[in-house]
């Protein structure tokens, strides 16, 4: 079985595990802040924050923006459903904004379409790996004075105008789970350039608990630390951190093998009548290539996502656009909403790509493919 996407773990980072769990801190350890480091440096930001997933790097980078109860938030229908879930996690309202259809990413004037009074906070997700318009975001977050913050979990090793992605928004996060650009079972960090972010973040990940002495209203001893705010265990374990921080030193590597299989793809590919590959890069960017989303007639998707499945390849489809999940449709979000979302649903197919997809299994998912096509034409 070629699986869509999965880990590629090395004997360097099996040895970092063991050193890692017989140290004596398991936890709140010194690999959390080296992991840290290599973080912030990767996403060319002052500061990361280690959390123990993706969708906790979210639900963090949210607080830290100060939404809450009846805050709108502005989140694009084609990603995961983590991305709306932390709002939710608020009590705050995501409303949801359509995406191009050649690309996924968020459509920025429906986004702007989409701007109340009550509008708080903005989010893009860099689907597939490629940069959001974080320009044209931006300035769309500044004429509103809106917060901004990137999903980039499936983005980390990108790169926007010469800078890597992680610094374009006030926050960006991003997920560890092993199909991801780095595995560490489950993990996420936020990236951010902001000092008052940094420190909120590092209290909302230890239940709001502060030991800083510049921040205790008292002085009850050496033991003493304070809660201010209402803060979960969101720490990663210092194995884990330990297994990111190995994998940090082949990022660019893993995103060099993704870049190189998206690049030959189109060749592979090109002789196939009715699918549409994702457009090349952008100048001025380089994308993670996450995921290699190609598009095929909404009518045959699902017989042709079965004879891949058959064939031993283990492709997937991302996303349903999350107000179409039944959570969302019970709490009053009705199918319409996001039509070119819809659409992209209905075509797309991610097709396999990671680092260590080989060029003969990746000729093989081309080999696969053609058939299918002729059996389907
Ligand atoms: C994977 C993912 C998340 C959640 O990350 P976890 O580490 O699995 O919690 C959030 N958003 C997007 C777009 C993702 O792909």
């Known amino acids: 079985m070629i699986p869509y996407s999965t880990q590629d773990i090395a004997d360097a980072d099996v040895k970092a595990v063991?050193?890692?769990?017989?140290?004596?801190?398991?936890?709140?350890?010194?690999?959390?802040?080296?992991?840290?480091?290599?973080?912030?440096?990767?996403?060319?930001?002052?500061?990361?924050?280690?959390?123990?997933?993706?969708?906790?790097?979210?639900?963090?980078?949210?607080?830290?923006?100060g939404i809450g109860k009846g805050d709108e938030v502005i989140?694009?229908?084609?990603?995961?459903?983590?991305?709306?879930?932390?709002?939710?996690?608020?009590?705050?309202v995501p409303v949801f904004a359509d995406v191009d259809p050649?690309?996924?990413?968020?459509?920025?004037?429906?986004?702007?379409?989409?701007?109340?009074?009550?509008?708080?906070?903005?989010?893009?997700?860099?689907?597939?790996?490629?940069?959001?318009?974080?320009?044209?975001?931006?300035?769309?977050?500044?004429?509103?004075?809106?917060?901004?913050?990137?999903d980039g979990a499936h983005s980390l090793g990108a790169t926007y105008y010469g800078q890597p992605v992680g610094g374009q928004a006030d926050m960006t996060t991003f997920s560890f789970h092993p199909v991801k650009s780095i595995a560490t079972g489950e993990g996420g960090a936020i990236a951010t350039n902001d000092r008052a972010l940094y420190e909120f973040l590092l209290m909302f990940r230890t239940h709001g608990i502060t030991k800083d002495p510049k921040k205790l209203t008292r002085d009850e001893g050496p033991w003493y630390q304070e809660m201010h705010a209402l803060g979960f265990n969101y720490r990663m374990t210092d194995i884990q951190a330990a297994l990111g921080e190995s994998q940090m030193k082949r990022l660019s590597a893993f995103i060099k093998k993704r870049r190189a299989l998206a690049a030959r793809y189109p060749k592979l590919l090109a002789k196939i009548p009715g699918i549409v590959l994702p457009p090349p890069e952008r100048t001025n960017e380089t994308s993670a290539w996450h995921?290699?989303?190609?598009?095929?007639?909404?009518?045959?998707?699902?017989?042709?996502?079965?004879?891949?499945?058959?064939?031993?390849?283990?492709?997937?489809?991302?996303?349903?656009p999350v107000y179409r999940h039944p959570y969302y449709e019970s709490i009053g979000y009705k199918k319409g909403l996001c039509l070119n979302a819809e659409s992209f649903y209905a075509r797309e197919i991610s097709i396999p790509i990671y680092p260590r997809l080989s060029?003969?299994?990746?000729?093989?998912?081309?080999?696969?493919?053609?058939?299918?096509?002729?059996?389907?034409?």
């Open 359 to 377: 060029k003969r299994d990746q000729d093989a998912v081309a080999h696969t493919l053609k058939n299918i096509f002729t059996d389907h034409a």
């Open 291 to 320: 995921l290699y989303p190609i598009q095929v007639d909404p009518k045959k998707r699902r017989a042709i996502f079965e004879a891949f499945r058959a064939a031993g390849i283990g492709v997937q489809v991302h996303y349903l």
């Open 18 to 65: 063991e050193r890692a769990v017989r140290h004596p801190y398991l936890t709140q350890g010194p690999a959390i802040e080296r992991f840290e480091k290599q973080l912030a440096e990767a996403a060319g930001t002052k500061y990361a924050v280690a959390v123990s997933s993706g969708t906790a790097a979210l639900h963090a980078a949210y607080a830290a923006t």
């Open 102 to 150: 050649a690309t996924g990413l968020i459509d920025v004037a429906d986004a702007e379409r989409k701007i109340t009074k009550k509008t708080k906070l903005l989010v893009s997700v860099d689907y597939s790996g490629r940069p959001a318009p974080y320009r044209a975001l931006r300035a769309l977050a500044k004429k509103y004075k809106l917060a901004y913050v990137s």
């Open 75 to 92: 989140v694009p229908a084609m990603t995961f459903a983590a991305t709306a879930n932390a709002v939710l996690y608020l009590g705050a």
